[in-house]
């Protein structure tokens, strides 16, 4: 999500003649497109700012801008402004379509900008994107979340959610697949809410409108959340012959009264049943997660029940994470803080865990030839590299340039999450 509204900023500079550099001693602009999920996110984001002062004393004309999530914190813009003055403009992820405007202004004044609109406003459609994800393309289609899990700081700072109109993303994505973007990628906070807000459709039915656009192309959206995967759903994907063969369904946790304090809204019993639908109508389907450990007055026993769910259910990857305070959410203020060292023991041993199962699950694809969409070149291994439809990466070597077609590659050696291949 950060990464495609980093695009939006960079083809909003570019419209105005901007080119981008990798030195930001030759940078005439320095934008910060902020994260505070997390506060270590935050306390980096604020380290790099602040580095900035000496560059900034060097070039009066510099302009560095501040936006993204971690300003629209509640009182935080000015925090921002007090602790780094230097700042010329400062928004939120409410404006950030508006960037443009806050910029042109900066240009004619000496003051710093400063624009944080309290809440969201009608969804913008049209800004220009400075894409840097060849093959690959990012479509926004919905913002905001209505969840409001204790631990997340989301729906605060981005808003209630909101979905793009179905015309709107399927042009986006026609106009993407005619420029010869070969993989699409669906973003939102809850993808499969999408339509919720609107009349007479869901992401079944964008799902299918979108396998309908002509052409050679992979569709992929993240992220789910479990309570609104129905069978409606897992149907369209399965009668798709575009939409890949994989599934981010986050579970956070495997017991019952961890979910419950976390608001999740389903039990770990809702959460087989999904699985269960999942590979009854797509049953090679490969399912990723997202697990947290040590979320306040968590048990060794409760997470004993994480432990149970990721062996029964035997996902193909998880990206795994100790809980940390968000100031703002509801866990914030919650009795029974997990020390350290145990979230970290347990973090290991889930790690541990899926690990092995990545690697017997690896050990499946020797000797198979599978299709790759080849995504770029690794200057370390002197190799190309790209996924296949279950998600999993394959590196590969070629005397000519692939980025951007399908290739099939035998698999010759199987490691962790990777495989090593030839073309054939």
Known sequence: MNLH????????LSARGYVATENEENADVIVFNTCCIRENAEDRAEGNIGALKKLKAKNRDLIIAVGGCMTQQKDFAEKLHKTFPFVDIIFGTHNLENFGTLFDRKLSQKKSVIEVLPKEETIVEGTPKFRTSYPNAWVNITYGCNNFCTYCIVPYVRGRERSRKLEDIVSECKELIAEGYKEITLLGQNVNSYGNDLENVDFATLITEISKI???????????????????????????DKTCRSVHLPVQA????????????????????????????I??????TDIMVGFPTETEEDFLDTVDLVKRVGFSGAFTFIYSKRKGTPAEKMDGQIDEQISKDRIMRLIDLQNNTNREQSKEYLNKTVEILCEDFDEKKKMYLGRDTYGRMA???????????FVNVKITKTGGISLLGEIV
């Open 395 to 405: 590196y590969f070597k070629s005397d000519k340039n692939l980025i951007g077609e």
């Open 283 to 288: 049953p090679d389907v490969a399912i990723t």
């Open 254 to 281: 495997g017991a019952n009264r961890i979910l419950k304090l976390m608001n999740r809204k389903y039990t770990r019993e809702d959460y087989f049943q999904k699985v269960e639908i999942l590979r009854k109508y």
């Open 214 to 240: 002509e052409g050679k192309f992979r569709l992929r959206f993240m992220t789910n959340h479990p309570k609104d995967l129905t069978e409606k759903l897992v149907k369209a994907i399965a009668e798709s």
């Open 5 to 12: 509204e980093s695009e939006k900023i960079g083809g909003i």
